[in-house]
């Protein structure tokens, strides 16, 4: 099993950054992919940001989020710039024991963790 757990979020104001983390806990050295997604009220979730030995963004983050491990592997990130209004979301942090190209397909990650809320004032 694999617990995850994120922090990072708040309130910014348009324009501004944020930079959520996730620590990942329990049999982590089986997973091939970590990723970010959100979930806007009324909409449906969807994924922003993901990483294995390569990176994949949505279009509408490409540019101006970042996503990173670190050294220790266990401990995600996504650096957010230029943030827009239109990023408010419930951001939850996930992790995959297949590879990449598996989730970038539309399938759902193994593991979740319960979610950090980032609100972009205008």
């Known amino acids: 099993q694999v617990q995850l757990v994120e922090s990072g979020g708040g309130l910014v104001q348009a324009g501004g950054s944020l930079r959520l983390s996730c620590v990942a806990s329990?049999?982590?050295?089986?997973?091939?992919?970590m990723g970010w997604y959100r979930q806007a009220a009324g909409k449906e979730r969807e994924l922003v940001a993901v990483?294995?030995?390569?990176?994949y963004y949505a279009n509408s983050v490409k540019g101006r989020f970042t996503i990173s491990r670190g050294n220790a592997k266990n401990t995600l990130y996504l650096q957010m710039n230029s943030l827009k209004p239109e990023d408010t979301a419930m951001y939850y942090c996930a992790a995959g024991l297949g590879p990449l190209s598996k989730y970038i397909s539309g399938s759902i990650m193994d593991y979740w963790g319960k979610g950090t809320l980032v609100t972009v004032s205008s």
């Open positions: 990483i294995s030995s390569t990176t």
């Open positions: 329990g049999s982590v050295l089986r997973l091939g992919v």
